[in-house]
């Protein structure tokens, strides 16, 4: 049974419909707020503005506003939701009008730790030291990862001065934008954006052999753990690991087999590959999961890509696996459909631990998302593994330009 933490009290608290009230205007703006889960305190943005509905709530993944579903409150506590995250804000303001509150899951029995939030009004952003060096570009991290055949991860840095935008690209996806300053010898970046929450720090270096490095620190559940990052170039010189191809990651047992699924929507009707939607059809099967940053990322360019080619033949699936407290009541799944829309079928296929078992045709399938290419014949002409997001910079630009000539080459093939 789900058990709602934060119930009682938006029975309890008026809904903000109108966003001209006095209470209303007084949570306007935006705020200096930091994270604090006990073993590392995160700065990010917050902004509040006044919507048509009410309240919106903004936390920020670079540029990009990661929103709020819904806001209800009085002039002393305010509560915005995120449903798509399975998540609540809840802030209180305190007498010197500084705000202090906590930002939960709203299933008790999800697995995710409350952060602790406190803000004052003002910008996030901090005043960069001078001098910062020059530290633009691409860089290859050289690291072992879980994952099957991941030696080495891309870590893109776009710099204005002393500012940095900075995002690692993994097989599974990219950590978001990581932003921050040039600060007493260091860029001390930050993530806290809905979904991400994460610190790093990058200051230059140099190997035993000359070579400039950077020092990239990245935060993880036991603390800092410290990368040496290299010039792709000088990378391939000293014979380091390369990056993998996304394309290549995670592939099928036999791909003159028919890749075969079966699973229910929630309204409980049965999809399955054989279903005459799908004959003579160019199919794209992506497994992903509410739970998983990069599932966010990636849902409205499917949904971009069903609109532009949904027309001359080409279908899209989502198989969803989730946590087990998920699974058994997928609130956050279909409020993942509710925010992002998909006119294509999205179905409950199972536990995230059960993703071999439900699709055992795949091999190395260990990254959400992972997008299958299917042709007219039923059968996997291409696997693509996580997605690269806007923080990636050309990254992002290269897997658009995948996908569309993946589906036009499949498009073509009568």
């Avoid at 009410?54 to 915005?80: C, I, K, W, Y």
């Avoid at 739970?291 to 499917?302: V, Y």
């Avoid at 799944?333 to 199972?350: C, E, M, S, T």
């Amino acid at each position: 049974m789900r058990t709602v933490s934060f119930a009682f009290l938006l029975l309890a608290l008026p809904a903000l419909a109108s966003a001209a009230t006095p209470e209303a205007r007084s949570w306007v703006g935006q705020w200096q707020a930091t994270a604090d889960n006990g073993t590392a305190r995160i700065p990010f943005r917050y902004d509040i503005v006044e919507g048509k509905q009410g309240l919106v709530g903004s936390f920020f993944n670079g540029d990009e506003p990661v929103t709020s579903t819904a806001a209800r409150g009085d002039d002393h506590h305010l509560q915005l939701r995120y449903d798509a995250f399975d998540r609540v804000l809840d802030l209180t303001r305190n007498p010197d009008g500084s705000l202090s509150g906590t930002y939960s899951p709203v299933n008790a029995n999800a697995k995710a730790v409350p952060w602790k939030i406190s803000a004052r009004r003002g910008l996030a952003q901090q005043a960069a030291d001078a001098g910062a060096p020059d530290v633009e570009g691409l860089w290859v991290i050289p690291a072992k990862s879980k994952k099957a055949n991941e030696f080495a991860w891309r870590f893109m840095v776009h710099q204005e001065g002393g500012r940095l935008s900075a995002s690692v690209l993994r097989v599974g996806g990219d950590t978001g934008a990581l932003t921050g300053t040039w600060k007493n010898g260091q860029f001390d970046l930050a993530n806290f954006s809905g979904t991400r929450a994460a610190l790093a720090t990058v200051k230059p270096a140099r190997d035993d052999k000359g070579n400039t490095t950077l020092d990239v620190g990245l935060s993880d559940r036991e603390g800092f753990v410290h990368y040496t990052a290299y010039r792709p170039e000088v990378a391939r010189r000293l014979g380091l690991p390369d990056v993998p191809d996304l394309g290549k990651h995670t592939s099928v047992r036999d791909p003159d087999e028919v890749f075969a699924f079966s699973f229910k929507d929630l309204q409980g009707r049965l999809v399955s590959n054989t279903d005459a939607r799908f004959r003579n059809k160019v199919l794209l099967v992506d497994v992903s999961g509410s739970w998983c940053p990069n599932c966010h990322d990636e849902a409205p360019f499917l949904e971009a890509l069903y609109r532009k080619y949904h027309a001359q033949g080409l279908e899209i699936v989502t198989l969803d696996f989730e946590d087990q407290a998920e699974y058994a009541d997928p609130a956050r799944l279909r409020a993942f459909i509710d925010r992002y829309k998909p006119q294509f079928p999205v179905l409950l296929a199972g536990t995230t631990d059960q993703v071999q078992e439900k699709l055992p045709q795949a091999v190395n399938l260990d990254s959400w998302p992972t997008t299958f290419f299917i042709g007219r014949d039923g059968k996997v002409k291409h696997v693509h593994s996580g997605f690269s997001a806007k923080a990636t910079g050309r990254f992002n630009g290269e897997v658009h330009k995948e996908f569309d000539s993946q589906i036009q080459s499949l498009l073509a093939r009568k």
